[in-house]
């Protein structure tokens, strides 16, 4: 029964979007509803994104983040406002023109981001100096009507949190901008063991009416990018378009300097791409709803049940989520389960295991086995931290193995054309090169500078041959 359990999930390298799409299904993570590309999540999935949730949450705070809550609706006279940004998600916004059977005297946007939203109260409450800074940030869900849609990595509605604040002066500013991206970054890579090439976007490719944009790159396995969280600095474009201004101790008038940052369950899709396997699932212990599934062996006889729960007990009260699979179904199919759902750990205990006074401890990413006695639980705490490390050096190693750099315009398109991954070039800051890379590369668009290594001046421009500004790493992307 095991085996026919694995065999509904296509081998991950044989078809890498069939093996996503069958490891979203057998996991129960979420399913299609019959509202166009908007998604159901079901339990599995959803208590991934409580944990997301909970761990970034207090990362924020930590930083003097605050939570509030916006509406949904936002009118289409205040979108208008600032031209940049209506203009980058135009294509997007799906509007309300109906209340009951009323025409609306002003047609409503369902929110596809809060910008507008934030900036029409922050226009209210703004006067001194006192009243600045605002630190704020939103869990909620926003639509925007995407023709290609998948689940987690792209859907029409989807959750996330958007963070929005407000300073006195521009470094402040961008200091906060820059601050939250190293939040993101920290997350990524210690919670969810996702290594990442990160940095600013060029200026072709940052956010709609944003002055810069910073984002966290991971690599999918089949080498694509997902953008997987962003930072944005505003300056004082959106602030002066909505008439923020506040009063100095000198009773001068003053700009005001924005930011916003954001992540979603595309991270979800992440920790699928880079840790999953043909087996289903693999999650990071630090994330996982449920660490620990104790699968009895034998549970028929006599007190084998009786110390699996006694085990889960221990467990739980260490602070390690510790479930016992006491179904009616054989252990190999408890075994699959298990390994399909993702679950860090399986416990597997049975008559003579109880008689040695031990159990069974299989880790799911490399099915290694360990004996631990019933004293020696707290062990467990060095193994789910040794995980999470293995977790990510396998991840950072098949990333830096799919990461090339060139100067030679030729090899660019060789290397594309022959590998999957990331290809780190020199560039200028014009838009039409950048263009032109992404058509005759056949889709690798720039995905961010690296802010590490920094070009000579007699660096050329891979595309034109003028001097080149910045080393731009380029992929393809979800």
């Not at 095991?2 to 993570?29: C, G, H, M, S």
Request: glycine letters at 6%; one cysteine or more.
């Amino acid at each position: 029964m095991a085996k026919n359990l694995v065999q509904n999930i296509t081998p991950r390298d044989k078809n890498f979007a069939d093996w996503y799409t069958d490891v979203v299904r057998e996991a129960k993570l979420c399913d299609y509803s019959n509202v166009k590309g908007c998604l159901n999540y079901l339990p599995n999935g959803y208590a991934i994104w409580e944990n997301i949730k909970n761990d970034l949450d207090k990362r924020f705070k930590d930083t003097g983040v605050e939570n509030v809550y916006l509406p949904v609706l936002i009118p289409e006279s205040l979108l208008a406002t600032e031209a940049e940004h209506i203009e980058g998600f135009a294509p997007e916004v799906a509007w309300v023109t109906m209340g009951g059977n009323e025409e609306l005297e002003e047609r409503m946007c369902i929110r596809p981001t809060s910008e507008t939203l934030f900036c029409d109260y922050w226009r209210k409450a703004v006067r001194s100096y006192r009243d600045l800074p605002f630190v704020w940030n939103q869990w909620n869900t926003v639509l925007r009507w995407e023709k290609t849609t998948r689940p987690f990595l792209r859907s029409r509605e989807f959750l996330w949190q958007e963070g929005h604040t407000l300073h006195a002066t521009y470094e402040e500013a961008e200091e906060r901008t820059i601050q939250m991206f190293k939040v993101y970054y920290d997350f990524l890579t210690e919670s969810l063991a996702i290594p990442l090439v990160a940095g600013k976007k060029t200026d072709w490719e940052r956010f709609a009416g944003a002055q810069d944009t910073y984002t966290c790159e991971a690599m999918m396995h089949d080498g694509r990018a997902l953008q997987s969280a962003t930072s944005h600095f505003f300056g004082s474009g959106f602030p002066d378009s909505f008439g923020i201004k506040y009063l100095d101790k000198e009773n001068n008038l003053h700009s005001c300097y924005e930011t916003s940052w954001g992540l979603s369950t595309r991270s979800i899709g992440a920790i699928i791409m880079v840790h999953g396997d043909d087996k289903g699932l693999v999650l990071p212990p630090k994330i996982a709803p449920t660490k620990v599934m104790i699968i009895p062996i034998a549970m028929h006889k006599e007190g084998v049940l009786d110390k699996a729960n006694e085990l889960k007990d221990k467990f739980n009260e260490l602070g390690i989520k510790c479930k016992v699979d006491d179904t009616d179904k054989t252990p190999g199919y408890k075994f699959a389960q298990q390994e399909i759902l993702g679950i860090p750990f399986r416990v597997e205990i049975g008559p003579r295991d109880i008689e040695n006074g031990e159990f069974i401890l299989v880790r799911r990413d490399n099915d290694e086995k360990i004996t631990l006695k019933f004293d020696e639980i707290e062990k467990v705490f060095d193994i789910i931290e040794k995980m999470q490390k293995d977790m990510y050096d396998k991840a950072d190693k098949f990333l830096h193995d799919h990461l090339f750099e060139t100067e030679d315009y030729e090899e660019l398109k060789k290397i594309t054309k022959e590998n999957i991954g990331f290809v780190k070039v020199p560039l200028c800051n014009d838009e039409e090169c950048e263009d032109y890379i992404k058509y005759d590369t056949g889709g690798f668009s720039s995905r961010c500078i690296d802010s590490e290594h920094k070009v000579k001046k007699t660096t050329k421009c891979i595309r034109c041959g003028r001097p080149a500004t910045d080393y731009v790493y380029f992929g393809k992307s979800y």
